[in-house]
Structures are given as C-alpha cells and as structure tokens.
C-alpha cells in the first residue's frame, strides 16, 4: 500500500514536470513578451527592450530556459524556506506574490460550484432513476442535453444580462404582479407534482397545496415589502427548522423510527434556542468565530445522535448532524438577511453584481462582506456549476439505475425491507463510488471553465491572470497558472483513486 | 420531435431488436446496428437537420471562391436598411403579419452594416469545418495510439499511456487557449487540425481498453495461428470488433469541437477577424446587447442547435451500438414489490 501511493506520488511529479516543459515551450514559441515595447516609440525603447529581455532571460531559447524556471519552482519543496520563486511578469511583479489572491477567488468560485453540482445532480439523478421513462425523466434528459451543448460563456452573458440586471430593476419597485403570480404558481406546482409522483389524485393535491403555497407566501412578501426588508423572522424559523428535523429524519431512518425522531427533536430545539439567544453573539462574531460555531454544532449533533442511543448510533447520528447542520444554517441565513438593508444602500440599490467579486470600498462585519460576497458570486457559480451539473445527472441516474438492477438489491426487496431502505442504504452508497472518478475529472474542467466565467463577470482569478498573461505573451503567470491547476487535477485524480480503493473492496492496489 | 421525412412510411411498429430477434434469417452485426439507429426517431431527425443545417450554410455563400445563392458576403460593408434590424418576418399575411419573406437582412445587420445572415452562415460553415477536421485527426491519432498499446501491452503500453497522462494534466481549455494563440490567425483550417493533435487523449484511452480485452479472444488467436501479421490483426480483426466505442466517442468529440471552437473564439484564441466565428460574432456584440439583441441571438441559436444535435446522434449511436442499457425497466419491477412492512430498526 505505501509503496504503491509512493510510486503513484513520483509517477504524479514526473507527469507534472513533463506537462510543464510542453507547456512551457509551446507558450514560449507561441508568445511574444516584447510586443508592446517594439511597437511602442518611447525614445529608450531599445533600453527597456534590453532590460526585459535581461530580467525574464529572453535570450535563452525556450526549452533551456524551462530549465532555469524549474529550478526556481524546486526550491518551492524546500519546506519553510518560503524560496519559491515562479519567475516575474513583463511588469516586474513576482508570480509568487499575485497567486495567492487569484488562488483564493478562484478556488472560492470552483468549490461552491463543485459542491453544488454535486448536490443537485446527484439528487436529480436519482430521483429521475427512480421515475425512470416518466414526464419529469424525459424534461430532465432533455434539460441535460441542452445543458451539455450550451456553451459556458453563453450562460454566464445571459445571466448576466437578464437575471443580474432583471433583479436589480426589480428591486427599484419590487412588486409582483397578478399575473407573474400564477404563472410561477403553476410552474412551481408542476415541479413538485411530477418530483413526489404517485397517482392522479396525490398528484392533483400536491399541485394545488404546492402552487397555491407558492403563490400565497410571494403575494405576502410582495405586500410586505419583504424584498427591501428580507428576514425570515420567529415563526418562520421554527417551521423550517420543525421541517428540516422531520425530513432528515424520514429521509435517513424512516418515521417510525423513535430514537431518530428524538434525535431531530433535540437537535432542532437547541437551534432555536440558539436562535434566540445568539443573536447579540452574531453581532460581533468574525469568520473566526462562525467557524467555532459551525464545529460545535456539528458536533452537537453527532453527540446527541450517540446519546439517543439504539443499536444503530450511526444512523442516529447522521440524522443528528444533517439536522443539526441545516438548521444551523437557516439561523445563519436569517441573521444574513439582516445585512441586506445595508448592502443596498451600499450599492445605490443594485446589490447583484456584474462585475469584479467585491464591492470596492465596503466596510463592514462578516455579514454585510459575506452577503457582498454572495451578491457577487452567485452568478458566476451559476454559469459554472451548470457545466457539470449534468454531467452529474446523467451519472448518477445510469449508476442508480444500474445498482438497482444488481441481485443484491432484489435481496434486500425480498426479504421485505422498506423502499427507504433499499435505496439510501443499499443502493446509493453504491452508487456513489463510480461517482469518485466523475468528480477528479470534473475539478480539472471546472478550473479550465473558470477562464471563461473569469472573463465574463471580470473576476481577478486564476483564469484572468492566465487570458492577461497568455495575451501579453507573459510566460511565467501563465506557467503559474498551468502548475497550480495541473498539480490540482493531479492531486484530485490520486484522491479519487485512493476513494475508490477504499470504497469498493473489490479494487486492490498492488 | 417527429420525424420529418419518409421513414414514417414504414408501416409495421416493430421495435428494431425484437424484429432481428423474430427474423429467421441471421443478420449482420452492421445491420443489426443500422436498424437500432433508423428506429431511433429523434437521432434520425438530428442527423437530417444538421445535415440541412450545414448544406444551408454553404449553398447560402458558397465555398471560397464559389459563389452562393446569398447577395451578400459576409465582410461587405452595405447601407443601414431599417436600424439593422431584422427583416426576417415568418408570421404569414392572414394572421396580421407581413407575410413570409427574407428581406434585405434577414438576420439585420451589425454595428457598420455587414450582413447578418451572411456572417451568421460563415460561422456556422467554420464551426462544422471544425467539427468535421478536429474529431476526424483526433480520432484516428487516438486510434492509433490506443490500439499500438492495447495489443502490445507492457512497456510499448506504460509508455504510450504516460504520454496520454502528460497531455490529459492539462485542461482542454487551457491547451486549446495556446494553441488557438499560436496558430488560430493562419484560418480556421490550421485551428482545426492542430486542436485535434491535442484531444486524442481520451479515445486513445477507451480503445485501448477495447484492444486489451479484445486481444485476449479467440478470433486474433486463430489469426495469429493464421500468420496475420501484427498490423492486420489490430486493423482488419480487433478495429472492427471495437468500432462501436471509436464512433461513438468521435461523435462526442464532435459536439464538444463545436463547443471548444467558440468558446475560443469568443476568448480571442480562435478564428480571427475578419473570418467569422460563432463565438467570435457574440464576443464582439456582447456590449450591444441591451440596443441589438438579434446579434447576440442568432449566433447563439445556432451554437446551441448545432451541439445539441450532434450531441442527440451521439446518443443515438450509443443506444443502436450498446442497447444493453435501454433494457432495464424500474417500472417492471415496481408492479411485484410488496408493500412496505415495519423498519427493521424500529424493533426492539
């Protein structure tokens, strides 16, 4: 086993530094790094032309001269030495010093949109698997493939041009009409009807609760002003949260299952007991803080998942920490919410942002930041995550669809487990292995796509510092760029290597 | 989708397998395939459409220096004709439209009056060129690459497959952004064939693994036996038997050429002006949106339909080569399922 991951590690560097030298002399023949000096008619043009050529060694022909920049990022494997040193841009600024802020907005932009891709298109997928052939199957097949033939930059402009400039409108006057009322009524009805399924009547009833809901809290809100003023308020919070508890709980151990009942219950109650009284503690809480928060209400629900006891803990906890996480997060939401006044006067009533990832000269604590940063990122994790999102559906419905056909499953029928059972704790589990694999490919893309939603909403990242470097014929951002990115799909590829040996018992590694 | 032309003619509705399974007379392997694809409507459709799509583009303007039956080229500088909006109107004269006609533009016309419609069909002729050009070369280099090290394994294979890994490190976007820096100002011919020299790296892994299982079969043992040479076993005996996987994934190739194509163009990596891109022609009307939103439309419409086209015959030659998939039925299964009993972990 050590062995192996040793090999694979070497393997992994040898590959890397292979690519960097094909990259290296592909962008150097490619690229002319004194453009801009020899057209311009500066009376020291051949003074500036000689000191480019000496600082970034022009003079060196390419592949040579990948030499020399490898030597520079070997001294980055010298540990707490801080030698790094990724050679220079045209303008004389070192590449280790801007990468680390590009780093963090893109890696910020790649992981939510990541995580969300996940999250959507695993569900969808299964859900589509297990109504397979049916109306909601074929729209979501449909969808997938138009998804998969848009092209990533179409996404982010219409975005950009319909929902960030639609909304901010919007918001000028923020009532929705009769009209608008009912037909998103209908929409949203449709939805739900054809994802629980069921026959005609159920289906009937759960159009009509579903849409009129809809429609009835938006009528509210829209009376209310709840646009300007957002904030989800005591009532509220404690549906939800009663909510969340009921369905962790029927969704991972089945309502009759009186322990993880009691285990959603605990949990909910001491979140909204932290909803009331840490409301003065948020006021002055940093990330630092919210962060402590966040493990210590994971942890209470792990804790009070082992304490309820039975003979399948496990289980009891997982209830616990969903529960115990979402809930968390809705008190988070609402004191978020709060902020939203603030944003708006900030940003002269345009809070959706177009351009850049932060609004420039905003001070304040981590909620107004966090929703700024919010306001800003939506849209490009949007144009993002849709690359992938189908890719995940399509996954996972033919790995459902393929595990529930398995032996094993028709076992687990047999002997009269409940269709709950089957499905989260024998076939998906199962289902998700294949899913490892999809995942490394995917980090790689999403961190090529990021270039192109970079470019369109105009964020400082990794991608915008490869399409200015690549434009300006500047070698070493660009090769920056190719190090970090390649060394992440690399990275990702050998995890999930790793997660698949784990998971499947079947795979053995020599 | 229906079908559009003859092929509602054949008059029995007999799923094609179930035909072939009925049928006494034995069929090829080919046939077999080719009456999977034909029952699949919607593939059919997606092969005569963009069909009809690409010959439209190219009677449109014509081929180089052969004219077309479209007044207009597409780097022409014409007078402004109604704001260069368009004059493509499709609502006929007795429902209170004006009537179906092209007139003067029919897709308007850009910011110093070029027309529309001609620059529109110029990208679409260069994003099939590139489709065509970009799946054919990286098909057959990853053919080649995936077959030499299927069949001779050990270290001929380590080799050919690390080769693979250092050209697959990098992601499609990035390497094509170099390439199309280098090399997209000498046409959109030169883009094409070097772009397919750097997507090979995942056909070549599928038909290796094809060669690998497929070389341990019978069949090439009786070659060998035979005296094939080695070139004649992996073309004339194990290519054959893995066809299924190559056309296929030069299909999906394909759809995503398209897709790779514009979106560097629309970077500035691809086709430059004054050749046309899809990409190109919405990276350049990107900040015309709110006052002419046609010239951002038109370019994406076609986009989206070519891909998505291409994309639908993919799938369709998935299914008639590998029908394995289309087997399984949940609602089958669900009609038997007994009704849910008490949760194991509730009992005591």
């Known amino acids: ?510 | 989708m229906s079908t559009p032309t003859g092929l509602g003619a054949t008059p029995p509705e007999i799923p094609a397998d179930e035909l072939a399974v009925a049928s006494s007379v034995p069929e090829s392997q080919g046939r077999l395939i080719w009456r999977r694809f034909v029952g699949n409507k919607v593939a059919v459709a997606s092969v005569i459409i963009l069909l009809l799509i690409i010959l439209f583009s190219f009677s449109a303007i014509g081929i180089g220096p052969i004219p077309g039956w479209w007044q207009y080229g597409y780097k022409a500088l014409n007078p402004q004709v109604n704001g260069g909006n368009p004059t493509l109107s499709l609502v006929p004269q007795f429902l209170g439209g004006n009537g179906i006609s092209l007139g003067e533009h029919p897709f308007g016309q850009d910011r110093i009056g070029k027309d529309y419609f001609a620059m529109t069909m110029r990208g679409i002729q260069n994003s099939a060129l590139v489709m065509v050009v970009l799946g054919l070369i990286a098909t057959v280099v990853g053919v080649v690459v995936g077959a030499i090290a299927g069949y001779y394994r050990g270290t001929v294979d380590a080799i050919l497959m690390r080769v693979t890994d250092v050209f697959i490190v990098i992601p499609a976007l990035v390497i094509g952004s170099v390439v199309g820096h280098w090399f997209g100002a000498l046409g959109a011919p030169v883009l094409a064939i070097m772009l397919g020299f750097f997507s090979w790296m995942g056909i070549a892994r599928l038909v290796r693994g094809e060669f690998l299982s497929l070389r341990e079969r019978e069949f090439v043992e009786a070659a060998r036996v035979a005296g094939a040479s080695d070139m004649r076993i992996i073309f004339k005996h194990i290519l054959p038997n893995a066809m299924g996987v190559v056309i296929v994934s030069a299909t999906l190739i394909m759809a995503s050429a398209i897709l790779l194509e514009t979106a560097l163009s629309y970077l500035g990596y691809g086709i430059r002006s004054p050749d046309v891109s899809l990409g190109l022609l919405i990276s350049s009307n990107q900040s015309a949106f709110q006052t002419r939103p046609w010239l951002f439309w038109w370019p994406g419409a076609f986009i989206v339909s070519l891909a998505l086209l291409v994309n639908f015959v993919g799938d369709g030659l998935r299914d008639a080569f590998d029908p394995r998939h289309r087997r399984f039925k949940l609602s089958k299964m669900r009609e038997t399922r007994p009704e849910p009993e008490p949760e194991l972990e509730t009992q005591p």
């Open chain 1, 1 to 510: 086993m050590v062995s192996f991951i040793l090999r694979r590690i070497l393997v992994s560097i040898l590959i890397l530094i292979a690519a960097s030298f094909l990259m290296y002399v592909m962008v150097g023949y490619s690229a002319d790094p004194l453009q801009d000096l020899t057209s311009s008619n500066s009376p020291n043009k051949q003074q500036l032309i000689n000191a480019r050529v000496s600082l970034l060694d022009l003079d060196v022909p390419p592949p040579l001269r990948w030499v020399l920049w490898l030597g520079g990022v070997a001294k980055c494997a010298v540990p707490f030495a801080n030698a790094c040193d990724l050679g220079s841009t045209v303008s004389k600024a070192q590449v280790v010093d801007i990468l680390p802020n590009a780093l963090a907005a893109t890696v910020q932009l790649v992981t939510f949109a990541l995580v969300l891709a996940i999250l959507l298109g695993v569900t969808i997928g299964i859900i589509t698997a297990l109504r397979q052939y049916s109306g909601l199957d074929n729209t979501v097949t449909f969808v997938s493939f138009f998804l998969y033939s848009l092209p990533a930059f179409l996404v982010a402009v219409l975005l950009k041009e319909f929902i960030a400039i639609g909304f901010n409108d919007f918001l000028r006057d923020p009532v929705i009409g009769g009209l608008a009322l009912v037909v998103i009524g209908l929409v949203i009805g449709a939805i739900w009807q054809s994802l629980l399924g069921g026959d005609a009547k159920r289906r009937l009833v759960v159009f009509l609760v579903s849409g009129l809901a809809t429609s009835g809290v938006l009528l509210l809100m829209s009376a209310t002003g709840w646009f300007m003023h957002p904030g989800l308020g005591a009532i509220p919070i404690i549906l939800l949260v009663a909510a969340i508890a009921l369905g962790s709980a029927t969704l991972l151990a089945g309502l009759r299952n009186r322990r993880a009942l009691i285990t959603a219950g605990i949990n909910a109650a001491i979140a909204l007991v932290a909803y009331f009284t840490l409301q003065p503690l948020f006021d002055i809480s940093s990330a630092g803080t919210l962060f402590i928060l966040a493990l210590a209400t994971a942890a209470v629900g792990l804790v009070s998942g082992f304490l309820a006891g039975g003979y399948d803990r496990g289980q009891n906890m997982r209830v616990g920490l969903v529960t115990a996480l979402l809930s968390g997060a809705v008190v988070l939401l609402d004191r978020f919410m709060q902020s939203w006044g603030d944003l708006l006067t900030a940003t002269n009533g345009r809070p959706i942002a177009t351009v850049g990832s932060k609004t420039p000269g905003l001070s304040g604590d981590v909620w107004l930041g966090g929703l700024d940063a919010f306001a800003h990122l939506t849209l490009p994790t949007i144009a993002l995550l849709l690359i992938s999102f189908a890719g995940y559906t399509r996954y996972s419905r033919a790995g459902m669809l393929e595990v529930l056909s398995l032996d094993y499953i028709r076992t687990a029928r047999a002997k009269g487990l409940p269709e709950r059972t089957v499905i989260v704790r024998h076939a998906f589990r199962n289902m998700l292995i294949p899913l490892t694999t999809l995942v490394a490919f995917d980090v790689g893309a999403l961190l090529g796509g990021a270039i192109i939603t970079e470019k369109v909403f105009a964020i400082p990242g990794m991608g915008s510092l490869f399409n200015a470097g690549l434009q300006r014929g500047d070698l070493n951002p660009v090769m920056g760029y190719f190090l970090i990115v390649a060394a992440m799909a690399i990275t990702f590829n050998f995890l999930a290597d790793m997660a698949y040996a784990g998971l499947d018992p079947r795979v053995r590694i020599r």
